[in-house]
Structures are given as structure tokens and as C-alpha cells.
């Protein structure tokens, strides 16, 4: 029986081999596809995982950063009332002195002056919060990455408060050179219209558009300068006994500066002031609203001009509009200028940015078994 099972064997030799050998094949390869399969799976996870820490941090600086805002807007606001004062000039007027129409000259221009200003500062102090944050929260992201080989944090909490404490010169420097600008601007716009002329809300919409392309295309520096001092200032001002923490922050500085000058940054900015001056024109459309026996059926390009007022009238109107724009209550205002879907572009930018710099500072711990900042 066994001599004839063996012969059996012998002669389909090669049918057992093929079959042992397919059935082993088929067995590997189903183990490997688990595997695969497996780590493709691992892979998705964490993937989503990291997306949800990701959107979770975007989110969570979104209301940081409204809520920074608002805490800082009264001192946005008493910088710009301070530099330009028309509460004085309308005390005078009360008192109606002899150069009443110089006064109401020098009136017009500081208020339209104030209102622009406030527009361009508060959608600046949006947008330059949003970055740092983002870049802070980078580093902290970095600090907790699993390839950091050392405890030490990157950004220690001092740093993080001397970095963004440089936001004190968007409410110094930078805005008393922004007022220098709008100024004269404001002054070419307006400095002959007589104050008895009469003005739609779609004419008072155009004379701000061309305040804001004066601004725009005659200054020499770009819109980011006025966020941020230039080089030369902080490395001066850091020269003696620099320590780690002021190295690094200078680093964070100098990150900012480059996130600044990037095309990404430059379209937020764009979308932020159309949102910040189309929100402004909203305010100032409730000033120009026909009477009740006034009002009759007309196309919505039509009732822009509906209705006209003098420019002695707008001029009050104008100069009360920054009470509104830099409310440290919840605004329309804020919100519109925050409500950007292009920040999360400019985030994604700044997640990449930290992304190459998380896999160098990897590659560095292999290589040399120490830890560099990115």
C-alpha cells in the first residue's frame, strides 16, 4: 500500500512540487497584502488624524486670534485718535470762531484720514496676529513631534512674548508713517472739493477707491512694511549680549518677514481690505437711505444715488465710523475681515513650511544625533 502511494508520489512529482509551491506563493502573497494593506491603513489614520490636529489648531487660532483682536483694538483706536484728533477741531466749531472754514477744511481731512486709516490698521492687526500665530503654533507643533529629540522647547514663552510684542510697531512707527501716507492721499482726493457739494453713497464709495489706489500704488514701501520694522531696526536694537531667547526670536521675526513678503500674504491682505472697505460702505450705506415718503421701487444700482448730502454732512458721518471699526465688542466689522476662506491657503503654507522643517530636523537627529532648530 505504501510502495504504492509512494510510486503515486514519484510520478506526479512535479505536480506536488508546482502545487506545494502555488499554495505557498498564494499564501506569501496574501501575508503580504495583509501587511500592506495594514500599513496603508496606519497610514490613513494617522493621516486623518493629523488633519484633525491641524484643522483643530487652524480653528483654534481663528478664535484666538478674533479674540486678540478685540482686546487690542482700543489701543489701535487711541493710537489713531491721538495722531489725529478731530474731537478738538469740533469743540471749536461749537464755539463758532471767526476761521470757522479753515476748521471744517482741516476737519474734513483728518476725518477721512482717521476712517481710512482705521480700516487699513485693523485689517493689518488681523493679519499680522494670524501669521504669528500661525508660526508660534508651528513651533509648538514642532515641539511635539515625535522625532525631537530633546525636551527643550523652540519657543520658550518668553520668546513668544517678545515676538509678538514686535506688533507694538504696527501702533507706532509703522502706523504714524500709514497716517503720513492716507493723509496725503486724502488731501490730493479731497483737499478742493468745497463742502458744499453733494455727494451719492456710490460717489462717496468712488472718492474712497481712489483714496485707497493713491495709497496703494504711490508709496514707495509695500503694505507689509507698516506691520513690521525693518532688519536693520531689530538686530540694533538686539546687538549687545544677545541671549538664546533673543537669537531665536529674531529667527521668528525674520520668518515672519519672509511669510510678509509672500505672494499668499499679499492676496490675504488684498481680500482683507476689500472685505474691511466693502464692509465700511455697508455702514455708511444706512446714512443715505431714502425717507419712507421718499422711497419708491428702484433697481439696487439706482438707489446708490438715490440720495445725495452735502459733504458737511458726510464729514460727521465719516469721522464717527472708526467708533464702529475698532468696537472692542464683536463686530460685523472683525468678523468680515476674519470670515476669509483664504486663510486657510496662508495657513496650509505655514503647515507645509513646518512640515520640510519637522523631516530636517529628523534627519538631523539621525545624522549627527543632535536637535537644530528649523
Avoid at 157 to 162: E, L, T
Avoid at 196 to 218: C, G, Y
Avoid at 342 to 360: H, M, P, T
Amino acid at each position: 500500500m505504501f510502495s504504492s502511494a509512494w510510486n503515486f508520489i514519484k510520478r506526479h512529482k512535479k505536480k506536488f512540487i508546482f502545487t506545494g509551491a502555488l499554495i505557498g506563493g498564494v499564501y506569501l502573497l496574501g501575508k503580504y497584502a495583509q501587511k500592506k494593506f495594514s500599513e496603508i491603513q496606519e497610514r490613513e489614520a494617522t493621516e486623518y488624524i493629523a488633519q484633525a490636529r491641524r484643522q483643530f489648531h487652524f480653528e483654534s487660532n481663528q478664535r484666538t486670534c478674533n479674540m486678540t483682536v478685540l482686546s487690542m483694538l482700543p489701543a489701535l483706536k487711541e493710537a489713531i485718535v491721538t495722531q489725529l484728533n478731530s474731537e478738538s477741531l469740533t469743540t471749536l466749531l461749537k464755539s463758532k470762531p471767526a476761521n470757522k472754514l479753515e476748521i471744517w477744511e482741516d476737519l474734513k481731512i483728518i476725518s477721512f484720514t482717521r476712517t481710512v486709516v482705521a480700516v487699513y490698521s485693523t485689517c493689518m492687526l488681523v493679519v499680522l496676529l494670524r501669521v504669528q500665530l500661525n508660526i508660534i503654533g508651528g513651533y509648538l507643533y514642532l515641539d511635539n513631534s515625535v522625532g525631537k529629540s530633546t525636551t527643550t522647547p523652540l519657543a520658550p514663552p518668553d520668546v513668544q512674548q517678545q515676538y509678538l510684542s514686535s506688533i507694538q510697531h504696527l501702533l507706532g512707527d509703522g502706523l504714524t508713517e500709514l497716517i503720513t501716507v492716507v493723509k496725503k492721499a486724502v488731501q490730493s482726493s479731497l483737499g478742493s472739493v468745497s463742502l458744499k457739494e453733494t455727494w451719492s453713497l456710490l460717489e462717496l464709495e468712488q472718492q474712497l477707491n481712489w483714496i485707497r489706489a493713491e495709497v496703494e500704488t504711490s508709496s514707495r514701501r509695500s503694505l507689509s512694511w507698516y506691520l513690521l520694522a525693518d532688519d536693520e531696526n531689530v538686530l540694533a536694537d538686539q546687538a549687545c549680549g544677545l541671549t538664546e531667547n533673543d537669537i531665536m526670536t529674531i529667527k521668528l521675526l525674520n520668518e515672519t518677514r519672509d511669510m510678509l513678503d509672500s505672494p499668499d500674504f499679499t492676496t490675504v491682505l488684498k481680500v482683507c481690505l476689500n472685505r474691511g472697505f466693502s464692509r465700511l460702505c455697508d455702514n455708511l450705506a444706512e446714512f443715505f437711505r431714502p425717507l419712507p415718503s421718499d422711497s419708491a421701487p428702484s433697481c439696487a444700482p439706482d438707489s446708490l444715488s438715490a440720495v445725495s448730502l452735502p459733504l458737511a454732512k458726510i464729514i460727521p458721518i465719516i469721522n464717527g465710523q472708526i467708533n464702529t471699526i475698532c468696537s472692542e465688542t464683536p463686530s460685523h466689522f472683525v468678523q468680515v475681515t476674519s470670515n476669509i476662506k483664504r486663510w486657510s491657503e496662508l495657513y496650509q503654507s505655514d503647515v507645509q513650511y513646518f512640515k520640510i522643517a519637522n523631516s530636517q530636523i529628523q534627519g538631523e537627529t539621525v545624522g549627527t544625533g543632535s536637535c537644530c532648530s528649523c
